[in-house]
């Protein structure tokens, strides 16, 4: 099992930026695929970013390519997301995943979830 905790969301105003962390505990982390989600009201959980075991590798959602960056420290078991030029629309509890195998956007192909942070942008 592996256990995910997410920190730094928050309230923020248009144009600024916010930086999430999240901290895995549990089985080898530098296995996993992690990856980024987001869930506004009302609506399904999007994906956000993905990055692969060694960081070599990184995908987005077309909603925040060139604003959002996914990146990871495997010696502290921790990936992030820094996010900049933030829209009202980014306005979401923020989730993230590990997957053992495999690449994508499918939230139904990560196997662990943390328990998400918030996200408020005020326009």
């Known amino acids: 099992q592996v256990q995910l905790v997410e920190s730094g969301g928050g309230l923020v105003q248009a144009g600024g930026s916010l930086r999430l962390s999240c901290a895995a505990s549990?089985?080898?982390?530098?296995?996993?695929?992690m990856g980024w989600f987001r869930q506004a009201p009302e609506r399904g959980r999007e994906f956000v970013a993905a990055?692969?075991?060694?960081?070599?590798?990184?995908y987005y959602a077309y909603s925040v390519k060139c604003r959002f960056t996914i990146s990871r420290d495997n010696a502290k078991s921790t990936v992030y997301l820094q996010m900049n030029s933030l829209k009202s629309e980014d306005t979401a509890v923020y989730y993230c995943?590990?997957?053992?195998?495999?690449?994508?956007?499918?939230?139904?192909?990560?196997?662990?979830w943390g328990q998400g942070t918030q996200v408020t942008v005020s326009s």
């Open positions: 549990g089985r080898t982390f530098s296995a996993h695929v």
């Open positions: 995943a590990g997957r053992t195998s495999g690449w994508g956007d499918d939230p139904n192909r990560y196997h662990y």
């Open positions: 990055i692969t075991q060694r960081g070599d590798n990184t």
